[in-house]
């Protein structure tokens, strides 16, 4: 299945949400079998985790910033689009791709959201083993060096390179073991 956003302006129709074709509205969807998200316009690309039933999925719009994310098991994946247009309304979407699956939708406010991640954000210390996910969608596995200011913290990843990473509710890392 996928989940997603759809525009006010989009045609209803009997094929996949993400995958609809040219002029058919404005969707974007990130697919739970492959972990690639898509869109209308033909883009699609490999972003995030796969994800499946029994999971737990959140969809995040920016519209400040003109951005959407995803949310699989708690773990921020990132953003997955960029330059939303603001003139438009955008509604939920989920794409069922097969008989006799059944989902269950609950809103979760940002300050819900906050209170459910900000423990494991507390969490975060010197030592401690942590996934990250860059913008390319790979996740790199490391080691917390030093704090920062403002949720910044060095990172030194299991290939050598080193980084200053932000590691707040919102940004796609997922912690390991706690203190090292």
């Known amino acids: 299945f996928a989940v997603g956003l759809v525009a006010a302006n989009r045609r209803p129709s009997t094929v996949f949400l ?29 972003y995030g985790v796969k994800f499946a039933a029994g999971d737990t999925l959140g969809v ?3 519209c400040c910033q003109g951005t959407l994310s995803f949310i699989v098991n708690g773990t921020p994946q990132g953003i997955a ?22 989902l269950w939708i609950q809103h979760l406010s940002y300050s819900e959201f906050k209170n459910q991640r900000m423990p494991l954000v ?7 083993k942590i996934r990250y996910q860059f913008a390319d969608g790979n996740w ?7 704090r ?3 949720s910044k913290w060095k990172v030194r990843f299991n290939d ?3 980084g200053v990473l932000s590691l707040s509710i919102l940004d796609p890392f997922q912690l ?5």
């Open 122 to 128: 507390n969490e975060v210390e010197e030592g401690a």
């Open 81 to 102: 689009f960029k330059n939303l247009n603001p003139k438009y309304s955008y509604y939920p979407a989920v794409g069922l791709h097969s008989k006799g699956l059944e």
């Open 18 to 46: 993400g995958c609809e074709g040219p002029f058919q509205g404005l969707g974007y969807a990130y697919q739970g079998a492959s972990g690639e998200i898509s869109t209308t316009q033909n883009i699609s690309k490999e």
């Open 140 to 146: 790199y596995e490391g080691t917390v060096m030093e």
């Open 176 to 180: 390991i073991e706690a203190d090292g």
């Open 148 to 150: 920062r200011p403002e």
């Open 160 to 162: 050598g390179d080193q």
């Open 60 to 62: 995040v719009l920016d």
